[in-house]
């Protein structure tokens, strides 16, 4: 079931003459089930192409999917927000006597809500119906291969996509029905005071911040003993440092065990004995495909752990159905969903074969300092390439130097010892991921140390330390343990 260049234009040149009427026996050339950004950029660039093309999502967070509803862009404007309160207090260094006040909670969410409703109808009106794309409000299931049941009626396609995404993971224990997820913590009534947080994943950092900023008292709480897994292990103890100095207490090693609803909070107890009040309590302990009861079984997709399987172009088992985004195991990512979506309209209707290229991609964590991180970490250059050397800078901004702020910037490079490749650049510091987006294009077109270090800096940034370290930190010379 690989698609080729022949046929791929021979679909791109018959849709283009017959335009947006559905070819042969189906009522549409594609259905996309999912109105998330790999389902809407699927759907819109193939509508594009001259497919006739509808779109169905069941409402569960609204248009534009957990991306533009339930996470990076509510999230984004609440670090925003958590910034100004930490900003009043390092202004006295410079002149300023500003008094931070308490924040109105209420004005954050109602803003913040209106600029969600403002990209909402972005999607349907300009984005999708503009596109000629049919939208259905409505649950989509497989009825066969072909077929799938709406809220009021069947319809046909000869290809499907399905873009279902993720939904948080729900945590079970006693007094498990308290606790809240990163759906619902975007439309609190009012600010908590005292914020329990499960989990250390990009999202439960990501909060701790917020919180933190917002004048919060913040408990993380996690059953190992570093954050974010996954990330290189020196940016993650560095990052694990800054929360702390920051004032979030990080309970480490150790689990909730119950939640107990009192007259003055939640009673939260640790299985180490400790016991915490709170206002909130949130389970951010992963992310699960949101597959469930939509008849892929029906149809014998595969899947596995709950995730759709998929090829390199993004196509299931079955023939003409199709998966992208966190439904499948990709990474986890708005941008990646995009590119995927795009990627496989190109090469179905478009007569642009193209797989999706996930090299390099760039990543941030918006905690309070930033993560930023593009390529492999330490740990898996180690086992991938073998012999590497690895630069590092530790350092104190300028801006702290005079606002008295504690927290430091580091910054880490990794290098392909015999190619001279750059193959992973770290950083732990405000606006990593601002910076990390410029890089990666360069690591992306093969950027040696070398060329790295013939770049001439912007100064005073730091930025320009990454084109500043010369001297090697440290180097491994063993061989390699697994491939790329």
């Known amino acids: 079931g690989v698609a080729n260049s022949s046929s791929a234009d021979a679909r791109g040149r018959e849709s283009e003459s017959e335009g947006n009427m559905a070819s042969g026996k189906y009522d549409y050339d594609l259905f996309v089930i999912g109105g998330g950004s790999g389902g809407v950029r699927a759907s819109r660039i193939a509508s594009g192409h001259g497919a006739k093309v509808a779109l169905a999502d069941d409402g569960a967070v609204g248009l534009g999917g957990t991306c533009v509803n339930v996470g990076c862009v509510p999230k984004k404007l609440m670090v925003y927000g958590s910034e100004f309160g930490r900003a009043a207090g390092e202004s006295g260094g410079f002149g300023w006597d500003f008094k931070r006040g308490e924040a109105d909670w209420q004005r954050l969410i109602s803003n913040k809500d209106k600029e969600i409703k403002r990209l909402n109808g972005i999607y349907e009106t300009y984005v999708l119906k503009k596109a000629g794309v049919e939208i259905f409000k409505s649950k989509a299931t497989l009825i066969d291969a072909h077929t799938i049941q709406l809220a009021d009626k069947k319809v046909t396609a000869d290809k499907i996509m399905i873009c279902v995404g993720g939904w948080p993971r729900q945590l ?30 990009y999202i439960a950092v990501e909060f701790a911040g917020i919180f933190e900023g917002y004048g919060c008292e913040v408990n993380l709480i996690y059953r190992k003993d570093l954050i974010l897994r ?8 560095m990052l694990q440092n800054e929360m702390i100095k920051s004032g979030i207490n990080v309970e480490l090693k150790t689990q909730v065990t119950k939640i107990v609803k009192k007259s ?23 992310r699960t495909p949101k597959t469930d009861g939509i ?35 990709t990474l986890q990512l708005t941008p990646v969903a995009l590119h995927e979506g795009h990627c496989f309209a190109d090469t179905q209707f478009g007569g642009l074969v193209r797989r999706a290229d996930r090299e390099f991609v760039a990543t941030a964590v918006f905690a309070n300092p930033n993560l930023g991180t593009c390529g492999f970490t330490e740990e898996q250059a180690r086992k991938i390439f073998g012999g590497i050397k690895v630069y590092m800078s530790e350092f104190t901004p300028l801006k702290n130097r005079v606002s008295g702020a504690p927290d430091k910037a580091m910054m880490k490079i990794i290098v392909e010892s015999h190619s001279d490749r750059v193959v992973g650049m770290h950083m732990v510091g405000h606006s990593a991921g601002e910076i990390m987006q410029g890089f990666s294009v360069a690591m992306r077109m093969g950027m040696t140390k070398k060329q790295l270090d013939s770049t001439i800096g912007i100064h005073p940034t730091s930025a320009e330390e990454f084109v500043t370290m010369r001297t090697v930190h440290h180097e491994a010379k063993d061989p390699p343990t697994s491939s790329l």
């Open 264 to 286: 003055d909070g939640l009673e939260v107890t640790l299985d180490n004995g400790k016991v915490i009040m709170a206002d909130i309590v949130m389970a951010a302990a992963g």
């Open 230 to 237: 996954g990330f290189d292990k020196d940016c993650r103890k």
């Open 172 to 201: 079970k224990f006693e007094g498990s029905e308290h606790l809240i997820t990163s759906n619902e913590v975007f439309f609190l009534k009012e600010r908590p005071k005292r914020v329990v947080i499960i989990g250390a994943g």
């Open 295 to 329: 008849g892929l079984e029906k149809v014998g997709v595969k899947m596995e752990k709950g995730y759709i399987v998929v090829d390199e172009w993004q196509r299931t088992n079955v023939e003409n159905i199709f998966a992208c985004g966190d439904c499948t195991p």
